[in-house]
């Protein structure tokens, strides 16, 4: 297929580049820093695009079979709009172009389910002040991201991860229809779910929630990494 992916150079997206390269797919990557981008192959390109700026997204979109969004940036006090405003470009740059296949990863923290086994430090504590502070307004823009995908008419999955982190080489991950009950998820694993709604229906307008269980991070060091010291 010819795909796109925004926010093909963070660390899901390089590697949902790679995999997708690897399956024989052509793949446009879109970055505002294509000086910075690690892969080269013939049939990778790498174009210059904000998804504020949607003539770039346009540019970016015309003439694909599918749209792949690994698009994020960290947490902030300030208001956070890119994954509604950027969703909602490339949504209308889809209708425009007569794009039909949308996947796009949002996260598990948008709509948290109570785990009785997940332990009181983590369910009273980490977890409500990542979701209420820390990535409140992260959170609610990814939330108003999901209600313009699912509003839309295109043939769309969002796929919702728990908190990420690196494996050498994609695991016998799981998914589940909106809510799986595991915390962490591979970005290796998340690339492989998301190429794998290009194939396969199942989860055509759905949510689907991925998660890793064959290996398990350190949740401090996790926690401290992607909510403190992640760099854009
Ligand atoms: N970290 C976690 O534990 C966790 C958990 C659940 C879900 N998620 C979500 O999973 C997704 C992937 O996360 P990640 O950590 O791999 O990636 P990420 O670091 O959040 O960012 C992905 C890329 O988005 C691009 N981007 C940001 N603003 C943009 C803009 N205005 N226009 C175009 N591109 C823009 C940036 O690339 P350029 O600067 O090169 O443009 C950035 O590298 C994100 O949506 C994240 O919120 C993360």
Redesign the pocket.
């Known amino acids: 297929m010819n795909i796109v992916i925004?926010?093909a150079?963070?660390?899901?997206?390089r590697i949902l580049t790679e995999q997708a390269v690897a399956e024989g797919h052509m793949v446009t990557a879109?970055?505002?820093?294509p000086e910075?981008f690690p892969h080269q192959n013939a049939r990778l390109q790498v174009v210059r695009?904000?998804?504020?700026d949607l003539s770039s997204v346009e540019h970016a979109v015309s003439g694909k079979d599918a749209v792949l969004s690994?698009?994020?940036?960290p947490f902030s006090r300030d208001e956070i709009t890119?994954y509604s405003q950027?969703v909602a470009h490339i949504v209308q740059a889809m209708n425009k172009y007569n794009v039909r296949r949308l996947v796009c990863?949002?996260?598990?923290?948008t709509e948290p389910h109570y785990d009785p086994q997940g332990g009181f430090i983590f369910e009273r504590i980490i977890q409500p002040t990542i979701i209420k502070t820390i990535g409140k307004t992260?959170y609610t823009d990814m939330r108003r991201m999901e209600t313009l995908v699912k509003n839309s008419k295109l043939d769309w999955t969002i796929v919702r991860?728990?908190?990420?982190f690196e494996t050498p080489a994609v695991t016998p991950y799981k998914m589940a229809e909106t809510y799986i009950r595991g915390r962490f998820t591979s970005?290796a694993d998340l690339a492989n779910c998301m190429l794998s709604q290009l194939t396969n229906d199942q989860y055509l307008r759905k949510v689907v929630a991925v998660g890793t269980f064959a290996v398990k991070p350190n949740m401090l060091k996790l926690i401290m990494r992607?909510a403190f010291q992640?760099k854009?």
């Open positions: 925004f926010g150079n963070g660390p899901t997206g879109v970055t505002r820093h910075t695009g904000d998804v504020f690994t698009l994020g940036v890119v950027g990863v949002s996260s598990s923290a992260l991860p728990s908190g990420l970005r992607e992640k854009h």
